[in-house]
């Protein structure tokens, strides 16, 4: 039976998260004080006793559910034996650190380059996202292209579930096209905004160019990146997907069913929350999910 290890991605936060391994473990505490040193700020103090509005800041987000993932995989110890990895978005960078393809320090780095590069774009704009549910990804992908303004299926999280992203006048069309053609919700999203869309593409040029500067592993398994959610062992492959992330959708779907049919059966969810483990589940009903 092949076990899949999957980190989920901007979202899943919560405040206190961590707390629980910086208590009980000195080798995450370590971990932690590194990752403040990096970051040039106490990121401990804000995801242990911060409020929701803080872990909001994109630049606070992403790394605190990066460490959280990283240091809870590093934790498992000998107990941590993927056949496979994946991760949602931001969780890519998780399974990547997680998976030995990166070093803590280097990962790290590039979540935050990351959050700074997409909160500038996100500011640049009028940009946001919605969920629609109960439509065919064939169905949502028609609206979305014949619309005149920048908006794009962005998260194909599971059957009926898909995230678009574009233009705020792009969405709130596309919402109205999508109910009209039979959606049973289309819900803007709180989010800062356009992620995986074209609009993306100045995020994507920054982090290209840290990312080309870094230095990558063969991972100890497979990794099913979000871009074309095959798996993936070669480093400079890995790199190029990297690159490609910020401007493509996520196919979670996709990658999940991928997974299953080279032979996951259990499902563990590596970080704060539990939504890989519901959106699993929907793809493939009779598969194992839980949490690390």
Request: include cysteine; charged fraction near 20%; hydrophobic fraction near 40%.
């Amino acid at each position: 039976m092949k076990k899949a290890y999957v980190f989920p991605g901007q979202g899943a936060q919560f405040v206190g998260m961590g707390k629980e391994l910086y208590d009980n473990s000195e080798q995450a505490r370590e971990l932690f004080e590194k990752a403040n040193e990096i970051l040039g700020f106490r990121i401990t103090d804000l995801m242990f006793e911060g409020t929701d509005e803080d872990l909001r800041q994109t630049r606070v987000t992403q790394p605190a559910i990066f460490l959280h993932s990283v240091i809870l995989a590093n934790s498992l110890g000998e107990d941590f034996h993927p056949d496979m990895v994946a991760g949602h978005s931001l969780g890519e960078f998780s399974a990547l650190v997680a998976s030995r393809a990166l070093s803590f320090e280097d990962g790290l780095v590039l979540v935050s380059k990351r959050a700074l590069a997409m909160q500038k774009a996100c500011e640049a704009g009028h940009s946001t996202m919605a969920a629609i549910i109960g439509l065919d990804d064939g169905v949502v992908e028609g609206v979305c292209a014949g619309i005149h303004e920048v908006v794009v299926p962005a998260n194909y999280n599971s059957p009926g579930q898909v995230v678009i992203s574009g233009s705020e006048k792009g969405i709130d069309i596309a919402c109205e096209k999508l109910k009209e053609a039979g959606a049973k919700r289309a819900m803007p999203l709180k989010v800062g905004g356009a992620f995986h869309s074209p609009l993306m593409e100045p995020a994507r040029l920054e982090l290209e160019e840290a990312i080309n500067q870094t230095s990558f592993n063969t991972p100890i398994c497979p990794i099913y990146q979000n871009v074309d959610a095959l798996p993936v062992t070669d480093p400079t492959r890995i790199r190029e997907n990297l690159v490609s992330q910020l401007t493509s959708p996520v196919r979670w779907a996709q990658a999940v069913r991928n997974m299953i049919a080279d032979g996951a059966a259990e499902f563990v969810e590596v970080g704060p929350g539990k939504v890989l483990q519901g959106l699993v589940k929907k793809v493939a009903p009779g598969a194992e999910a839980r949490s690390a």
